[in-house]
């Protein structure tokens, strides 16, 4: 259970019993706190500084996941102090740059001005940031430094952030158990010290692998103006930016203006991490676009399907639903369109004899009949905000506001936004009137914990195959979990290419049969009703408890690992 002798054995036998009984705990409100917990908090609210890591990993996860847990201590303990905020970069252009990250996260900030700048939060109004390679200024010792994911096991980041005791808490679902440990890719949540006796949270208490980091109280992502005149509006580091806080805006506001009253206006449908998927992305697209055609049926509403991948890596991205909408503008059921694009992506597979044109023909007649049967007033706009000749971001917003207000026969709405604030992203996805179709783990922390339906496509090769929780003990054999995932992994892999494969091909009338499947989960997930809805809302629920809290069981062992001296 730890790295070189059996000293904090006792603290982990320790941690396991504390941490079973406070999230067994049954009866008592959801943001009580055992005594144990208390005297945590009220310690961490004495310190006069707190040390932060946020590794320089590829896409947003680890930043966001170690921002929200900020947040979370900010309110949990009114911390007035100082927060010292070291962030690595490591210099490769794959995983993209730390400090551009964070200024998503943290209104006010310019990336380029980081060593000048501060932010703040709540009570906390002094949030400072120093690159991760002048960690040796930090020559006064802290108490407490935290993360909320760091990818080196081999690196002690209490010896480098000079504290006493770090609390390494990796993203949701993201620890490994210790028969992993050889593995060069092992990583796993512990309290380290700089001596290097630390204590694993998942070796001395499995279920810890299970919990979700418990977002801030005030996380009601209802955006202020603060958000928007920063982003938007105020800051000049990054002018793509700018002209994508305003088409969100846009989007949001004409998605969410008083539905209580306004029963026509669109259904938000927010996607993002589909750039995982680059030989792929075009066909899983039109698998959602073809789904809200369906769903349309049913909800006879204009739906926009709210893109938040960077779509400028994804080459073609729009291939494919260019062609669907033009052939459905010229009320063509045929699908010429259509049949000419797919056969000329897979031009190559067609002449190696993977795949046969002889199935294209009937590929498209039945999706043709199959549109036809379920709408013969089918439309599709696709709204480009990428301008791939000049490599810039384009205002959109005032064709949004105009287009997206139109009283007409239901349309959908395919907006390419692009990457966003962490707010504004956070917004979108958790006030999506249709799941919202994410990638990563901090989105599916936040979903969860949110109680939020949501359909997570995994890459094949992850090692989490089901990022769907299980509420508790009483619900166990809910066949919920399974039925998310298998819907999620149809939009992946039902693709329009395995009805052309020249062996085992699957058949059109199958195809269309899943577009069925994926359009009823849908519009049962956006039905409080149903027992789609249920689950999620008993996620939410479940979850809201202090008990449930990866953050608060954390420093239940941060605890044991100081008493253990």
């Not at 396991?16 to 144990?36: H, I, K, N």
């Not at 590929?363 to 009949?369: F, N, P, S, V």
């Amino acid at each position: 259970m730890n790295d070189r002798h059996n000293t904090l054995q006792f603290a982990a036998e320790q941690f396991a019993r504390s941490a079973l009984a406070f999230v067994d705990r049954q009866g008592f409100d959801a943001d009580e706190m055992t005594p144990e917990l208390a005297e945590m908090l009220a310690l961490l609210a004495d310190q006069t500084e707190w040390r932060v890591f946020v590794d320089g990993t590829r896409n947003l996860g680890h930043q966001a996941s170690t921002v929200m847990i900020l947040r979370r201590l900010i309110e949990l303990t009114a911390f007035t102090g100082c927060v010292v905020v070291l962030y690595a970069d490591y210099g490769r252009a794959l995983l993209g740059n730390t400090a551009a990250k964070l200024a998503l996260m943290f209104p006010g900030l310019d990336p380029a001005r980081m060593a000048d700048g501060f932010a703040a939060y709540g009570t906390c109004r002094n949030i400072r940031f120093l690159p991760y390679e002048c960690r040796s200024a930090l020559t006064e010792a802290v108490a407490f430094g935290f993360t909320g994911g760091a990818d080196d096991m081999s690196t002690n980041y209490a010896l480098q952030l000079n504290v006493r005791f770090f609390a390494r808490i990796q993203p949701y679902l993201w620890d490994d158990p210790p028969s992993k440990k050889a593995d060069s890719y092992y990583e796993s949540s512990r309290v380290e010290q700089p001596d290097g006796r630390h204590l694993y949270m998942v070796d001395a208490f499995p279920a810890f692998q299970d919990l979700p980091i418990k977002p801030p109280r005030t996380e009601t992502y209802v955006l202020d103006s603060v958000i928007w005149d920063w982003y938007a509006d105020g800051q000049t580091f990054d002018e793509d930016l700018a002209r994508r806080t305003r088409n969100a805006r846009a989007i949001l506001a004409a998605c969410g203006r008083t539905r209580a009253e306004d029963v026509d206006s669109p259904l938000l449908w927010t996607m993002y991490g589909l750039q995982h998927f680059t030989a792929t992305a075009p066909e899983m697209f039109l698998v959602c676009v073809l789904a809200a055609l369906r769903c349309q049926r049913d909800a006879p509403r204009s739906i926009v399907i709210c893109s938040c991948s960077p779509h400028a890596e994804l080459t073609g991205w729009a291939s494919l639903i260019d062609a669907l909408a033009d052939d459905l503008g010229v009320g063509s059921t045929d699908l010429p369109a259509l049949r000419t694009t797919l056969a000329a992506r897979h031009t190559r597979e067609f002449g190696e004899g993977v795949l046969s044109t002889a199935k294209l023909d009937p590929l498209i007649r039945t999706l043709g009949a199959w549109i036809h049967d379920r709408s013969d007033t089918a439309c599709i706009r696709v709204h480009r905000g990428y301008d791939a000749n000049t490599k810039q971001w384009m205002d959109i917003s005032g064709d949004l506001d105009s287009t997206l207000r139109e009283m007409v026969s239901p349309t959908v709405h395919f907006v390419e936004l692009g990457s966003v604030p962490m707010d504004v992203f956070h917004h979108c996805v958790t006030n999506s009137d249709l799941p919202s179709v994410i990638e990563g783990q901090a989105a599916a922390n936040l979903m969860t914990s949110q109680g939020r339906p949501f359909l997570q496509i995994l890459r094949p090769e992850h090692v989490i195959k089901n990022g769907y929780a299980l509420c508790g003990q009483q619900h166990t054999g809910s066949r919920m979990p399974a039925m998310a995932a298998q819907v999620a992994a149809t939009i992946r892999d039902q693709l329009p290419e395995r009805c052309l494969a020249s062996v085992s091909a699957q058949s059109p009338v199958d195809f269309c049969a899943e577009l069925d499947r994926i359009a009823a989960f849908v519009l049962e997930a956006s039905c409080t009703s149903t027992g789609v809805a249920r689950y999620f809302s008993m996620l939410g629920h479940h979850f809201a408890r202090n008990g449930q809290d990866k953050l608060l069981v954390a420093l239940l062992a941060v605890r044991e690992v100081m008493l253990a001296g």
